[in-house]
Antibody
């Protein structure tokens, strides 16, 4: 069964850090782009970051540049999102999503992990 | 990168057809045929419904169709059913080598 399982969410104070993980089963992500997308409570989807197959190319939305770092471990079929200097506005459900090379659409998605940043 | 613009809500009666628009710019929707559409039920992960403007993944009903004209893409749901009630989002690749989603549309079946 194809599954993407996110973990690592939680409740933190502003300025603190969290590391999210997305572990994939049912297929290998070795040649795939992997993405993080977030959704604040009651709001829409926002693309956050992407990483290419070997980690040599990463891209971020402006609002997280310099604070978030995406990485991957292909041996573990896992992608990470290191989130530092968290802000209240980073509060959201964070989804990881898969993208095959040459196919610029997100499929499948994980079930999401919730991050709450509050003082 | 600003979000693509979608109507906040669209409604229709069972059996009717509805269309959701997704308006971007010449830096995203207008320049690439890389528009995709996602259906999201409350509390669930998004599900791919349309890719590359008008292609349906296997398993998605042929009542869902997509198109594009200039900077605006559209998703049409024909023969509206109660199970189609959900939030819908468009997405596009951009010239900044990033991605952008639409603002989202809540579909209500009357």
């Amino acid at each position: 069964e194809v599954q993407l399982v996110e973990a690592g969410g939680g409740s933190v104070q502003p300025g603190e850090s969290l590391r999210l993980s997305c572990t994939v089963s049912g297929f290998t992500i070795t040649n795939s782009w992997m993405h993080w997308v977030r959704q604040a409570p009651g709001q829409g989807l926002v693309w956050v970051s992407r990483i290419n197959k070997d980690g040599s190319t990463t891209t971020y939305v402006d609002s997280v540049k310099g604070r978030f770092t995406i990485s991957r471990d292909n041996a573990r079929n896992t992608v990470y999102l290191q989130m530092n200097s968290l802000r209240v506005e980073d509060t959201a459900v964070y989804y990881c999503a898969h993208m095959r090379p040459g196919e610029p659409w997100f499929d499948p998605w994980g079930q999401g992990t919730r991050v709450i940043v509050s003082s | 990168q600003s979000a693509l613009t979608q109507p906040a809500s669209v409604s229709g009666s069972p059996g009717q057809s509805i269309t959701i628009s997704c308006t971007g710019t010449s830096s995203d929707v207008g320049v690439y045929n890389y528009v995709s559409w996602y259906q999201q039920d409350p509390g669930k992960a998004p599900k791919l419904m349309i890719y590359n403007v008008s292609n349906r993944p296997s398993g998605v009903s042929n009542r869902f169709s997509g198109s594009k004209s200039g900077n605006t893409a559209s998703l049409t749901i024909s023969g509206l059913q109660a199970e189609d009630e959900a939030d819908y989002y468009c997405a596009s690749y951009t010239t900044s080598t990033s991605y952008v989603f639409g603002t989202g549309t809540k579909v209500t079946v009357l």
